[in-house]
């Protein structure tokens, strides 16, 4: 599956479907080829198929997944992070601010976000984690609507996707 992760990293988007699709095939409900359509969608902006790949993701992993499975528990944290992204870039900031707390409630270093050299190597703005992200949205809807400042373009910009890491 890491395959598709590099093809989708060079924004080979078309081929990291096909590649996605072929795994579907052979293994339905195969969480890695999932997550992959789910952030190419997310990568081309077309936020309602991600959302519908994510939330189905969602209800699979949660129906069965083994409590000893880190790798799917960090899925069903990363599904929740990403899915909380498309929400909050749609300015459906409480459902997004949900979906952070329950990602960073299943697997909080899943989510935690690109290491500094990654961002360093990778990203103009430093990204915000699910958990700043959540903070920060929190303590904004607190305030009176006029008030809230729930878009730094800058900020937003360097917010990244999530996957786990052995998919």
């Known amino acids: 599956m890491k395959q598709k992760f590099v093809i989708l990293k060079d924004k080979k988007y078309d081929q990291a479907i096909e590649a996605a699709n072929k795994a579907l095939v052979k293994t339905p409900n195969h969480r ?17 198929q991600a959302e519908n790949e994510l939330t189905n993701l969602i209800i699979f992993l949660e129906k069965n997944l083994d409590d000893n499975d880190k790798t799917g528990i960090g899925t069903l944290a990363a599904s929740y992070a990403n899915r909380g992204i498309i929400k909050d ?24 976000g690109p290491g500094l050299g990654t961002i360093i190597l990778n990203y103009k703005f430093k990204s915000s984690s699910v958990r700043e992200r ?5 303590e904004q809807l607190q305030l009176p609507e006029d008030e809230r400042i729930l878009i730094i373009k800058e900020l937003d910009e360097g917010q990244v996707m999530h996957k786990p890491g052995k998919l």
């Open 134 to 138: 959540a903070l920060y949205l929190n």
């Open 32 to 48: 890695g080829a999932v997550m992959c359509k789910a952030l190419v969608f997310i990568s081309q902006k077309k936020y309602i």
């Open 89 to 112: 870039r749609n300015k459906k900031y409480t459902e997004a601010l949900k979906d952070y707390i329950k990602a960073l409630g299943i697997d909080h270093e899943a989510v935690a």
